[in-house]
């Protein structure tokens, strides 16, 4: 068991670097964005974006964590962490601006964020249940359940690809809206671009791994039959 998880690690070791490095392209994009000031907070830029877009009914909530932001499409309401919600720089205008971007996708109906929402209950049950099936399957040499677990984290993979272009997009209305409404001015949003271009690589990386998981389930199984 322990030269399994160890061959399953250096599987997906490509995904794990990159997860790491953009981590750290991360913290030290959002670190040099922070020292760079703006006129609105993250909570003002974004209810400024929003109301300029006719959203007027999406609340703006400060939440605990750090780059805990985020938009519930359920509720409308958009979430911004504590670092974001109050600051004024262009690293919290840039996040807060790009969760924005999220809820004009949510009103204009954006055909890849749609279906993302909709993903999301089988996601969650992949995630959660893939491996105990994938595991129990193995350890009771039933087949059937092995590949009902592999399916099921197919779901996990499925959510991960289509959730790409949805923070691509937001990323790019984020850097679009903040020039276009003299939020950061354009010898600023550098700061803005590497932060937002550093967290997109966090959802390639994420991407990665998921697609690398799944291949080593079909061919480690790949033998297996009913």
Not at 7 to 26: D, G, H, K, N
Not at 39 to 63: C, K
Not at 64 to 72: A, E, Q, V
Not at 130 to 159: D, E, K, N, T
């Amino acid at each position: 068991m322990f030269q399994e998880y160890i061959r399953y690690f250096i599987w997906i070791s490509p995904a794990l670097v990159l997860m790491l490095w953009a981590q750290m392209r991360v913290k030290s994009a959002f670190a040099q964005a922070q020292k760079v000031s703006v006129p609105l907070s993250g909570a003002g830029a974004a209810r400024h974006l929003l109301d300029a877009a006719g959203l007027q009914s999406v609340a703006i909530e400060q939440i605990p964590g750090k780059l805990s932001d985020h938009y519930d499409p359920r509720a409308k309401v958009l979430r911004l962490s504590k670092p974001v919600y109050g600051a004024r720089t262009t690293a919290a205008v840039g996040i807060a601006a790009h969760e924005a971007g999220h809820a004009l996708q949510d009103a204009e109906n954006y055909a890849p964020l749609v279906i993302r929402n909709a993903a999301v209950p089988a996601a969650t049950f992949g995630g959660n249940a893939s491996f105990l099936m994938i595991i129990g399957g193995a350890i009771m040499s039933v087949p059937g359940l092995i590949w009902l677990g592999i399916a099921a984290f197919g779901c996990v993979v499925f959510f991960q690809v289509v959730n790409l272009p949805v923070e691509f997009d937001a990323s790019a209305r984020a850097k679009r809206l903040l020039v276009d409404h003299g939020i950061v001015a354009d010898q600023d949003m550098v700061y803005v671009n590497r932060v937002l271009n550093a967290a997109a690589w966090t959802y390639v990386a994420g991407t990665l791994q998921a697609v690398l998981t799944l291949l080593y389930y079909i061919m480690r199984y790949a033998g297996s039959r009913d």
